[in-house]
């Protein structure tokens, strides 16, 4: 079956310190990953994906993310953290399993990120 | 703005009422959603659509409805609810192809109460 995780509930780190939100992930084939991001009382924003190519993947906000395929992770991370990247993070893979001409995506539970001043 | 709006930003019900959600997407995608989001859970497909033919219904309750009349529009029509029906529901939109692989986009969510 395929499937995301998101080991941590919660991350705290202090503004202006490297951060890292992690994301493992299970499939068959070649994953799809991608990150999102949701502010307080707004939907989901997204921030990156990785479909194929370089493992290192730039995206919104200063935001980047690392695939490692021989440790199927797809951690989020960001070199110098904002009090303003206070959010709840997402990590999803797309879900192969479903019928082709849309993208269905499993989500992981979610990450609560808190920078601190 | 993501270019999908969702109308009301919040509605509160009572089990025996009838309300509609409206999402709109001004993106010219081909692929709608809508997802439940509660507290302490992980987000929940419940319907798609792909160029307005439902794709998938994800053993949602009868008392969710949903409604695509074309491809810029969806609705979900909702009927004694149960309380545990509050959440926020998400819409999102996305240009799919076979391959499948582009980010969906979300609208800014309902928040919905049901007393």
């Known amino acids: 079956a395929q499937s995301v995780a998101q080991p941590e509930d919660q991350v705290n780190v202090a503004e202006g310190n490297p951060l890292t939100v992690k994301c493992t992930y299970s499939v068959s084939g070649n994953p799809y990953l991608f990150w999102y991001v949701q502010y307080p009382n707004r939907g989901l924003q997204f921030l990156l994906k990785?479909?194929?190519?370089?493992?290192l993947v730039k995206g919104s906000y200063g935001f980047e993310a690392e695939f490692n395929k021989s440790q199927t992770s797809f951690h989020l991370k960001k070199p110098s953290a904002l009090v303003s990247d206070s959010a709840l993070y997402f990590c999803?893979?797309?879900?192969?399993?479903?019928?082709?001409?849309?993208?269905?995506?499993?989500f992981g539970a979610g990450t609560r990120l808190a920078v601190h001043p | 703005e993501t270019g999908v709006t969702q109308t009301p930003r919040h509605l509160v019900m009572g089990m025996t009422n009838k309300k509609s959600l409206k999402c709109e997407q001004h993106l010219g995608h081909n692929a709608m959603y809508w997802y439940k989001q509660s507290a302490k859970k992980p987000l929940e497909l419940m319907f798609v659509y792909s160029l307005e033919e439902r794709v998938e219904n994800n053993s949602v309750p009868s008392r969710f409805s949903p409604e695509c009349p074309n491809s810029s529009h969806l609705f979900l029509h909702l009927h004694t609810l149960q309380p545990e029906d509050s959440a926020l529901y998400l819409c999102a939109s996305s240009q799919d192809t076979a391959v499948g692989y582009n980010e969906q986009f979300f609208g800014p969510g309902t928040r919905l109460t049901v007393l």
């Open positions: 999803a893979v797309r879900d192969i399993t479903g019928s082709g001409g849309y993208n269905k995506l499993i």
């Open positions: 990785y479909i194929t190519g370089d493992n």
